[in-house]
């Protein structure tokens, strides 16, 4: 009987060990949260310990978590963020033009909005609205990004922006994390 109770909680510790490793590797959750024929809302959210004085200047590193593939030059170190109101989400291309991709539209304690239409939603657009959130969690915060699009047979596009913005995401959240962005390949 004793072999058998202590094989019983050697197969206990290995579930245990195995639920608490997969917890803690979670990715983060993400999802289209609304799609239609003209738009769609997507989410993006993963609880984590970290202080949320560094989401805005994380945020402002931009260069060095964006996903040198989904820019315009191939360079993410081109991209700049300007976090006060009106200011340039830029990327500065060959010869020094500079491409608006959007632009900020307020600063709050708890809530940053920008005016995003990113990529192939430039143009295309009527609404384009990155929301950045951070509200308190168990034992630290669930920084969040949601990401509102509308125009014209923009739903469509849903799954594809959901993939990019997805990788933005994590890239951001390991660099809030760890200051270093995840070596994820491009999507």
């Known amino acids: 009987m004793g072999a058998h109770r202590a094989w019983e909680d050697l197969f206990m510790f290995r579930i245990l060990f195995v639920v608490a490793v997969l917890s803690a590797a979670a990715p983060a959750h993400a999802e289209v949260v609304s799609r239609g024929e003209n738009g769609f809302t997507l ?24 996903e040198a593939s989904h820019t315009y030059s191939g360079d993410s170190k081109n991209l700049s963020l300007d976090l006060t109101p009106g200011g340039c989400w830029c990327e ?7 491409f608006d991709h959007g632009r900020t539209v307020s600063v709050d ?10 990529g192939p939603l430039r143009g295309k657009a009527t609404r384009a609205e990155l929301t950045v959130t951070w509200p ?22 849903a799954d594809g922006v959901d993939r990019v913005m997805g990788n933005g995401f994590q890239r951001w959240m390991r660099y809030l994390e760890y200051g270093e962005a995840s070596a994820a390949p491009a999507s």
């Open 109 to 118: 304690a708890d809530r940053i909005v920008f005016h995003a239409p990113f």
């Open 136 to 157: 308190p969690a168990n034992r630290g915060w669930t920084p969040t990004w949601t990401f509102v699009v509308e125009g014209p047979g923009l739903g469509a596009m």
């Open 92 to 98: 500065k291309l060959p010869d020094n033009p500079t």
């Open 43 to 66: 989410r993006f959210s993963t609880a984590a310990e970290i202080d949320p004085g560094d989401i805005p200047s994380a945020l402002q590193a931009l260069p060095d978590w964006w």
